[in-house]
């Protein structure tokens, strides 16, 4: 296993921390998702009132892998962390990186003194959902995602509130 050294991000992460957002958009056979900008990573990351915290992998020198996750908070269990994305670039997946990532995340969520973790994982990555399973989580195959996209709150808006 290489070495990998797990920081705390910084600004001038950004240009990779998109990077990597991109190359899992294209796994996941989305990439023209991606509307997120360097500029947005700086600002909402970064800037006085953070909007998330973000992990990265240094492997040589170099970032090979990102958790990015913000607070959430559970009616049941109280304030929470959302972890939105576990990245590890596909020629490093198998070294130990996505492990080191994900521990650093559990760690730190667990000192934080939240009672949950949650994440998100495609029911096709079977890779993944078995690396999670392997270190602990339960996988709820009973739940389904819900969301509106941009597009579909206009509509919803323009349709049934008038003025906005």
Same mark, same amino acid.
Request: proline fraction near 3%.
């Given at each position: 296993?290489?070495?990998? *050294?797990?920081?705390?991000?910084?600004?001038?992460?950004?240009?990779?921390? *998109?990077?990597?957002?991109?190359? %899992?958009?294209?796994?996941?056979?989305?990439?023209?998702?991606?509307? #997120?900008? #360097?500029?947005?990573? %700086?600002?909402?990351?970064?800037?006085?009132?953070?909007?998330?915290?973000?992990?990265?992998?240094?492997?040589?020198?170099?970032? #090979?892998?990102?958790? $990015?996750?913000?607070?959430?908070?559970? =009616?049941?269990?109280?304030?929470?962390?959302? $972890?939105?994305?576990?990245?590890? =670039?596909?020629?490093?997946?198998?070294?130990?990186?996505?492990?080191?990532?994900?521990?650093?995340?559990?760690?730190?969520?667990? =000192?934080?003194?939240?009672?949950?973790?949650?994440?998100?994982? %495609?029911?096709?990555?079977?890779?993944?959902?078995?690396?999670?399973?392997?270190?602990?989580?339960? #996988? $709820?195959?009973?739940?389904?995602?819900? $969301?509106?996209?941009?597009?579909?709150?206009?509509?919803?808006?323009?349709?049934?509130?008038?003025?906005?």
């Amino acid at each position: 296993m290489n070495h990998t *050294l797990i920081r705390e991000a910084n600004p001038s992460d950004a240009v990779h921390i *998109l990077s990597l957002i991109k190359e %899992l958009a294209t796994f996941e056979r989305e990439p023209e998702e991606v509307e #997120v900008t #360097v500029a947005e990573l %700086l600002r909402d990351g970064f800037g006085e009132h953070p909007k998330f915290r973000c992990f990265v992998a240094e492997v040589k020198q170099e970032i #090979v892998g990102m958790a $990015l996750f913000y607070p959430c908070y559970s =009616t049941w269990k109280g304030k929470s962390w959302h $972890l939105e994305d576990l990245i590890v =670039t596909e020629s490093m997946r198998g070294e130990g990186v996505g492990f080191a990532l994900l521990k650093e995340f559990i760690v730190f969520a667990q =000192t934080s003194g939240v009672r949950r973790i949650q994440w998100v994982v %495609l029911n096709w990555n079977t890779p993944a959902i078995d690396f999670y399973k392997k270190h602990g989580a339960t #996988v $709820l195959e009973e739940w389904n995602i819900t $969301l509106m996209k941009e597009g579909a709150m206009k509509q919803f808006i323009a349709k049934h509130h008038a003025g906005i």
